[in-house]
């Protein structure tokens, strides 16, 4: 029987976000472009966001429960 990882990889996808959100390294710096620096914050999140749902989602198909 194989193991099901996807509460282990719904965490580290949420911690990458967060860990992304709270770096001082970013791909649009908000000191240089201000509050359009938060747009690729705010991208990472809401990815990471659909991200876990999804995985989430398939695992309780797997599992038997066909309601969201």
Do not use: C, H
Not at 12 to 27: K, N, R, T
Not at 37 to 62: K, T, Y
Request: hydrophobic share 45%.
């Amino acid at each position: 029987m194989k193991k099901d990882r996807s509460t282990l990889k719904a965490v580290l996808i949420g911690l990458g976000a967060l860990l992304y959100g709270a770096s001082p390294v970013d791909v649009i710096p908000e000191i240089i472009a201000g509050p359009l620096g938060f747009g690729d914050d705010a991208i990472v999140l809401i990815g990471a966001g659909v991200a876990i749902w999804r995985i989430m989602r398939r695992r309780s198909i797997r599992r038997g429960n066909t309601q969201p």
